[in-house]
């Protein structure tokens, strides 16, 4: 892929020939912040629809040029004449052909988090605003809420930003500035960085993902790694090789330190009888906070809380922060959550659980499930079989769904043939409550139906979110219909 052009850090904006790639919800923020500051603002984008023109009137009458349709952003085209830089909404692959022909022409391109981390403020005290960092494939929403969350409880003022929550931009100009972000990065808006060097940063773990972005797995790696930089404290995951390895590559950050779902060695946070434990951050063994304050309760869960955890002693804050921090945590929805009981089995909608990775460590949350999987899977055939295999002491059954169901279904074939397997027809949202009627029937009292699909929900639902609140309702549904039937007793949650 072509590489981002290092620039040095922006002196001011007004007057400055920026072209803005992308007309979403990032490129919309960012116009608004540099048109703000005076700079002279070209926006391209390669939708010409109603919701793009309405946007496009907007800009324009405030001054802004735009440029709608495909012919601005293929093979015809052009950098607008005079653009110093460019800053690229981060779904744009590198070799889109404007990008491309700014980074050929040796004009910068860079992200909206890169933009913002040099307008970061000066605060009061005369430093610059503190950024606590997060990526890997899974779990970077929970971790960055954990953290802010603890920051929260040292007194701090922070806030969650990034890829989740407020916008970079907002964060970092806010009137009131914040003292330090706890920031969510994807592997689109480390590709586009080139100075981006926080104070301390994790890789929480790293699995096949975007691969339809990314030319490989090694690619998705290299920008993944940009996140260990120079001077920074470089924490890895000690139960993922690669997250080992990719720090261990990174040779100028300022020190090095791991988490572990076990016993923490030497410069390691880990659990020790029942405890999150510091051995990294503090003389000797500091107990932070019980487990059981993890929610939910799954050892992935517990991975980010150690994550978190990590990066709130690495900012200096004491262990009643952390246990403030989980205390005080509201995890996100469709994550591990559970959304009714039904004659003894429970139902838990892992919605968010959309590539194999993710599926795995939910899987291994419980003991004996039907597992609901299938919808628009990106993963290999191999990453498929690895989870199936690892999956199959656990798996009571089987309901599959969504356009590449036949995949899920040739895998348990492979590595499961004695589970029984039921595959939902039709692609409407609708089907739903076949899925949750079907895994009732295969499941017997102690079970866990439990949707943890595996695949990404374009194919039938909006988002995740919509899938999983598909699952909630035909969930409730089957509770009500059953509550009038004799020899039943449901009592979905609220």
């Known amino acids: 892929m072509t590489g981002a052009v290092a620039g040095t850090r922006l002196a001011g904006l007004a007057g400055r020939r920026i072209c803005v790639a992308g007309l979403g919800i ?19 984008d390669s939708r010409d629809d109603a919701e793009r023109r309405q946007v496009a009137a907007g800009l324009e009458r405030d001054g802004i040029e735009v440029r709608l349709g495909p012919a601005h952003m293929g093979p015809e085209a052009v950098v607008p004449p005079g653009t110093e830089l460019v800053i690229t909404s981060p779904g744009l692959r590198p070799d889109t052909p404007l990008l491309a022909r700014a980074v050929a022409a040796g004009v910068e391109v860079i992200g909206d988090v890169e933009l913002a981390w040099r307008l970061r403020p000066v605060l009061p005290d005369g430093t610059r605003q503190q950024w606590l960092a997060i990526t890997g494939t899974n779990g970077k929403t929970t971790t960055v809420r954990m953290l802010a969350a603890m920051l929260g409880a040292a007194g701090h003022r922070a806030i969650a930003a990034g890829n989740v929550g407020t916008p970079i931009l907002d964060a ?3 009137p009131q500035p914040y003292s330090v972000v706890a920031v969510e990065l994807s592997s689109f808006q480390l590709y586009w960085s080139s100075t981006i060097a926080p104070l301390a940063v994790v890789v929480l ?7 339809d972005w990314h030319d490989d797995l090694e690619s998705y790696v290299a920008a993944k790694s940009k996140i260990y930089a120079p001077g920074t404290i470089a924490i890895c995951n000690a139960d993922d090789p690669r997250t080992v390895a990719m720090a261990a590559a990174a040779g100028s950050v300022g020190r090095r330190v791991a988490f572990r779902l076990g016993p923490p060695g030497a410069n390691e946070l880990g659990v020790r009888d029942g405890w999150l434990t510091d051995r990294a951050f503090a003389v000797g063994a500091v107990a932070l906070a019980p487990v059981s304050a993890v929610r939910p309760p799954a050892p992935h869960n517990v991975a980010d809380a150690l994550a978190a955890a990590a990066l709130a002693r690495a900012y200096g804050d004491a262990p009643e922060a952390v246990s403030g921090g989980l205390a005080a945590f509201q995890p996100e929805p469709h994550r591990i959550a559970d959304v009714g009981t039904i004659g003894g089995v429970a139902y838990v909608d892992d919605s968010k659980a959309s590539n194999p990775a993710a599926a795995a460590a939910s899987i291994a949350a419980f003991g004996s499930i039907v597992w609901i999987a299938g919808g628009l899977c990106r993963a290999t055939d191999a990453d498929l079989d690895e989870l199936v295999a690892a999956a199959r002491p656990r798996l009571r059954g089987a309901v599959l769904l969504g356009a590449d169901r036949a995949r899920f279904a040739r895998a348990l074939a492979r590595h499961a043939p004695d589970v029984q397997v039921f595959e939902v027809l039709g692609t409407d949202t ?65």
């Open 26 to 44: 990032t490129g919309q923020s960012v116009i608004e912040h540099l048109s703000g500051q005076g700079a002279v603002v070209a926006a391209v």
């Open 172 to 174: 970092v100009t806010d």
């Open 205 to 211: 773990n790293i699995a096949a993902h975007h691969l």
């Open 430 to 494: 609708g089907v739903m409550d076949l899925v949750v009627a079907q895994a009732a029937r295969m499941a017997q009292p102690g079970d866990t139906v439990l949707l943890a699909p595996a695949a990404q929900s374009f194919d039938m639902f909006r988002d995740y979110p919509a899938r999983g609140e598909a699952f909630a309702a035909a969930v409730a549904r089957l509770a009500a219909s059953l509550e009038g039937s004799a020899g039943r007793s449901p009592s979905p949650n609220p």
